[in-house]
């Protein structure tokens, strides 16, 4: 796995229909929590984590999805973030390892969480992932902006055509993606909280395979063809929008 690794949380209350929900776009339980409350899951690359929003330690809402990473070292990704003058960058422990936070230049707080070797507490599932899945958060923000050079400081750099609308950056390797999306004008993201993302993946298998399946377990996906490929939309057990954009 990489060195940082992109790992969106989505902060639930219907954490196990989400589970199976996320499993059906093509998400493996990797890590989970023996007490309940946690999902760890992956993808060809990239993590979603799933926790309870009812013990958010940081008061995260019901459906609110929060940028954050794993990472093998925490100290070297602090010691990067420092360097490049990255605001309240702080290094603590907790019960399953350590944690990095600091500030991003929207001056929401991202998490980072150290890769954890002692599995106390929590199963580890031997589980494969599907290649041709890749998750994006999306950030709400000017493209063209800082938050490039922010992400840049973990690993993920602007991959392909970038615009005032829309730039895909991309880690290493496994690592994820990370979308930045202009702000809408004159309404509200479509995702609640702050410093929340929209949750999208990208895929290279047919979009209508993943629609067949999504069907099958009672959702509604919708399939559209927009100018830069075809694009799944379908409400999730939150009930909010998740896209998954087919890659040629």
Same mark, same amino acid.
């Given at each position: 796995?990489?060195?940082?690794?992109?790992?969106?949380?989505?902060?639930?209350?219907?954490?196990?229909?989400?589970?199976?929900?996320?499993?059906?776009?093509?998400?493996?339980?990797?890590?989970?929590?023996?007490?309940?409350?946690?999902?760890?899951?992956?993808?060809?690359?990239?993590?979603?984590?799933?926790?309870?929003?009812?013990?958010?330690?940081?008061?995260?809402?019901?459906?609110?999805?929060?940028?954050?990473?794993?990472?093998?070292?925490?100290?070297?990704?602090?010691?990067?973030?420092?360097?490049? /003058?990255?605001?309240?960058? !702080?290094?603590?422990?907790? @019960?399953?390892?350590?944690?990095? #936070?600091? %500030?991003? &230049?929207?001056? +929401?707080?991202?998490?980072?969480?150290?890769?954890?070797?002692?599995?106390?507490?929590?199963?580890?599932?031997?589980?494969?992932?599907?290649?041709?899945?890749?998750?994006?958060?999306?950030?709400?923000?000017?493209?063209?902006?800082?938050?490039?050079?922010?992400?840049?400081?973990?690993?993920?750099?602007?991959?392909?055509?970038?615009?005032?609308?829309?730039?895909?950056?991309?880690?290493?390797?496994?690592?994820?993606?990370?979308?930045?999306?202009?702000?809408?004008? /004159?309404?509200?993201?479509? !995702?609640?909280?702050?410093? @929340?993302?929209?949750?999208?993946? #990208?895929? %290279?298998? &047919?979009?209508? +395979?993943?629609?067949?399946?999504?069907?099958?377990?009672?959702?509604?996906?919708?399939?559209?063809?927009?100018?830069?490929?075809?694009?799944?939309?379908?409400?999730?057990?939150?009930?909010?929008?998740?896209?998954?954009?087919?890659?040629?």
């Amino acid at each position: 796995m990489s060195t940082v690794v992109v790992r969106p949380v989505r902060f639930t209350d219907n954490i196990e229909a989400m589970r199976d929900f996320l499993e059906t776009v093509g998400c493996r339980v990797r890590i989970e929590s023996q007490r309940g409350g946690w999902y760890d899951m992956i993808a060809g690359a990239g993590m979603v984590a799933l926790h309870t929003a009812a013990t958010s330690a940081m008061g995260h809402a019901q459906g609110e999805t929060a940028l954050s990473f794993e990472a093998d070292d925490c100290e070297l990704v602090a010691e990067q973030l420092r360097s490049a /003058g990255i605001p309240d960058v !702080v290094v603590y422990d907790e @019960a399953y390892g350590q944690v990095l #936070t600091c %500030t991003d &230049p929207n001056g +929401d707080k991202i998490a980072v969480d150290g890769r954890s070797r002692d599995l106390y507490g929590y199963t580890l599932h031997q589980a494969k992932a599907d290649d041709r899945l890749s998750v994006q958060p999306v950030v709400f923000t000017d493209p063209l902006s800082h938050y490039r050079g922010f992400v840049e400081q973990f690993g993920f750099t602007v991959r392909g055509h970038a615009d005032a609308y829309f730039a895909t950056c991309a880690g290493d390797g496994d690592a994820g993606l990370i979308g930045l999306h202009h702000v809408y004008e /004159g309404k509200l993201p479509i !995702v609640p909280g702050p410093a @929340a993302v929209h949750l999208t993946f #990208t895929t %290279t298998e &047919p979009i209508e +395979d993943v629609a067949v399946r999504l069907t099958a377990e009672g959702h509604n996906p919708t399939i559209t063809d927009e100018e830069f490929g075809s694009v799944l939309s379908v409400i999730d057990p939150d009930g909010l929008e998740i896209q998954v954009h087919e890659l040629a």
